[in-house]
């Protein structure tokens, strides 16, 4: 995970979601200050287009309906609520949207760079353990899959498991893919399937047909 902190939100865009309130105004021009585009939406109308190009969104957790902290997650922007019941029941929405930060109703302008700042690097951190957790998924994927090719290899021309890996990195190698995707072209059926005699350790029988063009897993003993 990248050391980074975000520390200038400078012509950053952020939509306020709230009635017409002289506390939207106060926040407003606190955000304007700041460097800050700001954009307004009326709790009750907003809709996923709303936070199109927007970086962070502003929500007033009193009067916003569940769908605007939904369309606010879809686009993976920064939350931070607006709090002015600290009721379990709004608190619990909060939790559920998974906000980020939040400012304390009547707004003022002391805290809404806090609760910016936190709100944006934890956004950041969010979308850094999201993006590791998929790489992982397909690294997993990806040797579950080297190891059915491996075995299929033993299986097919009577060699160990060592053998049957060092032949599928030689091919990558060779042709300069990954040895998940040439494990992926020993798996997957040849477009047009040759006689099962082409596949047997020959000196000339090898995947020559599948996804990927140009595969030969060669089954001659070397």
Do not use: C
């Not at 190009?53 to 769908?67: H, K, P, Q, R, Y």
């Not at 990558?172 to 040849?190: C, G, N, Q």
């Amino acid at each position: 995970m990248k050391n980074v902190v975000l520390k200038n939100f400078r012509n950053w865009t952020a939509l306020i979601v709230q009635d017409d309130t002289p506390g939207r105004d106060s926040l407003a021009r606190t955000l304007v200050n700041l460097g800050l585009v700001v954009r307004f939406a009326l709790p009750r109308v907003t809709e996923a287009g709303e936070f199109t190009g927007v970086d962070i969104a502003f929500i007033d957790l009193d009067e916003a309906e569940g769908a605007v902290f939904d369309a606010a997650a879809a686009a993976g922007i920064p939350m931070i609520a607006l709090v002015g019941s600290e009721t379990p029941s709004r608190l619990g929405k909060a939790v559920r949207a998974r906000i980020t930060s939040h400012i304390q109703k009547p707004v003022r302008s002391s805290g809404v760079f806090t609760a910016l700042f936190l709100a944006a690097n934890e956004n950041m951190r969010r979308a850094e353990i999201t993006k590791e957790e998929a790489t992982l998924k397909r690294r997993l994927a990806g040797r579950r899959t080297l190891v059915r090719a491996i075995l299929t290899l033993m299986t097919r021309w009577g060699i160990d498991d060592q053998e049957a890996y060092g032949r599928l990195r030689r091919d990558a190698m060779e042709k300069r893919l990954t040895i998940e995707d040439v494990a992926r072209a020993v798996l997957e059926p040849a477009e047009d399937e040759a006689d099962p005699i082409d596949r047997l350790p020959d000196g000339t029988g090898g995947i020559t047909k599948g996804p990927v063009r140009g595969l030969s897993i060669r089954g001659d003993q070397e």
